[in-house]
């Protein structure tokens, strides 16, 4: 009977793809189509529902033990397509998702095979043996785009053949606000940044053939303007002029269309009074008319009860799933209930949803299904499992951790040299659980006794760096009592140097909103007792974001911004450390100076930038001169025409490093008033001692000097303009 089915489902397609005018039908189509023309009203809404995995595990854990009852109600009753999270052993995934399949495929009408959804967002971090990368703020201030395609390359390895198709990875939104506890999972505050970086990640990961026959997804998130929240905490409105909208928060997400990003997950907040998930004009209107995205567009958690709940943008979640539909979501994160199917079935029965705006969803969904192989290959295979967590990919994430590490000061403290003394104390000294941050093994990031056990601490990887003798562990976030600053003061006597740990224990969204950003009083504490020693002090910054150290940064000898960075963090910064590589990270986000003066890079004239560290600031332990920036044209006769700018970079120091080269545009005048300057080009290098190099940019003054007005026209005015490069600047004019 299925057989006929499908032929008939097929002949039928034929027929209507014949009835179009002459063009080779779309064999995706076809399929779609043919499986379209089958289905009923209930499996249709099934394909636009995704529930958690909480929902058919034993005891509602993320433990991968199914409760089998719940399961077959949800593939068999309401036809559910999607599940997503979870965090557990590569055994237990195989088994889980292969049981979970095999259900769906051969216990249901049409044999729909489900599409798995995971944060893995800095690496297979749910998966027990998983490779742990540096989270993605860390990463951005590596400034080497290669280091995001490996590690989106090693995500993926580790990832496909587990089942686990579509991963909700990469945030896309735009790091500026300081006290957005989602900070740390952006690529920073620098749209550009954002958009190299984030297409980077989505090129690599949907385009993975070390992964062949499995295809993945990624999931450009969160769409719009989630991340400037004017409270600063998660999830509350941010009010964004539209202008501001295209110039620094649509750039990253139409650069993920225009490279072919598969899904898009929505913004839970509210952007100028719309819940976003609630916005025709942001989800059509702007997604999917303007900016052209033709995929699949998914809901984050349970955000269309939550425009009645956290919102007030409907009276009921009926008319909020009304509201979403039309607005142009097709799949809702509806997580643990079946509402969502209740009431779009009503919907429909009650013509205020048609059955053709259901199927343009369930279209889209089929399609994901059939690009991504799934009717194909939806089962994990175990033949290659050994590549999780294997040395190659640990090498990967010790790479990213070297290169992300940003030295903030050093005042000839940096590198320590062997048979040194070293005394380590913070929060972060002997913790696996701070160096790989939260979305680890569990969404607040896995306690101590769940982190890997081959895995060192800062503690355990000096130790194996520099001497174990000569390395001690002070074991306290602060001191609490006089006896333990007398300890501490005694054994500091006997140390050549103090490394205090300080930041922010893990935390995800809502559970990071802070009122102010200044650093826990009894870390700096602990800093001062440090400095109060006499002897060198190293700071090390373990935070999703630039917490204020004002009361210890002009007292230390050295500052690092280490960030979450993985699972080969500690070895990374050891040998940081040693000397034997220098730091070549350079801050992605503006660093405050004071909680009361958030202003990033690109400030406007009337606004005063004083940051303790700028965007782009990052120290070497060698020095790079740069000289003869010249441009091939200064005069802009067309704003197509191709000028390349040049400037030479020498190595002065004793040691070969590598350094992010930052290229800066700056339009002296403009209608919409213009930023001091704007990031439009970087590259990285190493470059060996005593080497000078010459280094190019090439550029089209449109794509450069232009910006968009309010409703996203592009404006490219006369004028002068600047390219500025590590502090040299060269105009340039168009008249
Ligand atoms: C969360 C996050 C989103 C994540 C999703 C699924 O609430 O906002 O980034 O992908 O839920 O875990």
Redesign the pocket.
Known sequence: MIKQNLILGILLAVFFSACKPKQMPDPIELKVDSLLVQMTLDEKIGQMTQLCFSTITLNGSKNLDLNVNNFREAVTKYHVGSF??GSDSIVKWVNFITNIQKVAINETRLHIPLII?I?HVHGANYVNEGTILPHNLNISCSFDTEIIKKGAKVTAIETADLGLTWN?AP?LDIGKNPYWPRLYETFGEDPYLCSVMGTAFITSYENCPEIAPYKLAACA??FIGYSDPRSGWDRTPSEIPWQVIYEQFIPSFRSAIDNGVKTF?IN?GELNGEPVHGSKRLLTGLLRNELGFKGVILT??KDIKKIVDMHAGADNEKEATLMAINAGIDMS?ACNAYDFCTYIKELVQEGKITEERINESVRRILRLKFELGLFDNPYPRSDRLAKIGCKEHRQVAKEAALASTVLLKNENVLPIPMGKKILVTGLAANSKQMLNGAWTFDWLGAPEERQPKNMNTLYSALAKTFDSNNVTLFDVEKLTSEAQQKDFAKLAKKTDYIIVTVGERPYS?FKGNINDLTLDAGQSDLVLAAVATGKPVIVMLFEGRPRIIARFVDTVGAILFTGYPGIMGADAIAELLSGTISPAGKLSFTYPAEVGHQVPYYYKKSEKYLPLYPFGHGLSYTSFEYSGLQLSDSLITRPDQEITATVYIKNTGQIEASEAILWYVKDEVGTITRPDKKLCFFEKDILPAGIRKKYTFKFKPIDVCAYPDEHGSTVFEKGKFSLLVAGMQVNFYYK
């Open positions: 997503l999270s959804g944060d909700f945030v998130k969160h997950m839970s984050d958690i994160m969204e």
